[in-house]
């Protein structure tokens, strides 16, 4: 039996999110990526059937996907901040992996690394400049 106190507590417990490698307490550093299927594949491989994740694609452009998120962690361990795709597998339990690549493709609200692909090269290159002096980039070539 669960003491009156264990009962009457109101206030929200702390996430049991632990570190892979150390298994001590990770804090979080960001917000919440929530990720979203566009391809009825995502979906199938979190167990739903063909013909229900291509109905679902077809009338949706992207589906929420449901307790999973990509999120940045803090280990005191390691003194380095990572992101992982979390999986909540319970009410108070979680799943944690190294956040791959392929992921981030379904995530809405980050900046991709490799940047914006309608921008062109110059553009890019120019916008990491610190001040415009760069005149002879605009050169006519004869």
């Known amino acids: 039996m669960q003491r009156r ?6 206030r929200s417990k702390r996430r049991a999110i632990y570190c892979p490698v150390h298994s001590c307490y990770l804090d979080s550093m960001s917000q919440k990526y929530q990720l979203f299927a566009d391809q009825p594949g995502q979906l199938q491989q979190r167990g739903m059937s063909r013909r229900s994740a291509l109905m679902l694609v077809a009338s949706q452009t992207t589906v ?9 962690f803090w280990c005191e361990q390691c003194q380095a901040t990572k992101w992982y795709h979390v999986r909540k597998s319970d009410e ?4 944690l ?7 981030w493709q ?10 914006n692909p309608s921008v062109g090269e110059f553009t890019r290159k120019h916008s990491r400049h610190v001040g415009c002096s760069c005149i002879k980039d605009f050169k006519f070539v004869s």
């Open 97 to 103: 992996s190294a956040a791959p690549r392929e992921l």
């Open 106 to 115: 379904q995530v809405s609200g980050v900046i991709d690394p490799e940047g």
């Open 64 to 72: 929420p996907i449901d307790g999973e998120w990509l999120e940045a």
């Open 92 to 95: 108070r339990t979680y799943e």
């Open 5 to 10: 106190c264990d009962r009457n507590r109101k």
